[in-house]
């Protein structure tokens, strides 16, 4: 190996752990505020009994309503039958919407995977990252990431599409050009490695205002 691959292997590991420790802080997050307000339910149960005894039903509506909001932004919204995969889609889910992006996902994953779990995080992961920049470009209001993974027989799917500010993407040698930094570089390079060494396909499309990443993966 020359010299310049093993520099190569250096980086991208060092990005693949940077990636995975980016996703554990982000997953973490999310169940500390879910512990978080789970402990804090039998306060606001008591809360309400006191507000429900002074017959303040404006108040009680006022503090449902506080809940809700509060309860939207931890609760999971996916549920693929993949722990990993929900881990990552949640957290990403709630980054995205910070963001005020629009996601729509449908995800289903009912059988036990091959592909190991690391190989699934640094997928998703980057498709999502990649996806969330690119549609910062847009106005809060045009702002969209459609998220689809399901089995093709033997295969697991994978769909990620956003819109993008311009109607097409520049395309050079078999990727397309992006002002985005390094890192983003070796995402790609990471999937792309991952795919190859699975034996899955993969295919980058941009057409209309829309990026589209597919993939399928071998799961025999």
Known sequence: MSFFSRQVDKRLAAYQRELIDTHYQEVETMYRQIRGWRHDYRNHIQTMKVL??????????AYLDKLDTDLSTVDTVVKTGNSMADAI???????????EITVKVDAHIPVELKMSELDLCVIIGNLFDNAIEASLTLPPDERMIRVYMDMKNTQLYISFTNLTATAKLPKVGKGFRTTKGEGHGFGLVRIDNIIERLDGYLSRNSEDGAFTTEILIPQV
Not at 89 to 99: D, G, V
Request: glycine share 10%.
């Open 52 to 61: 429900a005894a002074n017959g303040d039903m404006e108040g009680i509506k």
């Open 89 to 99: 889609l949640n957290s990403k889910i709630s980054l995205a919407k910070s963001k």
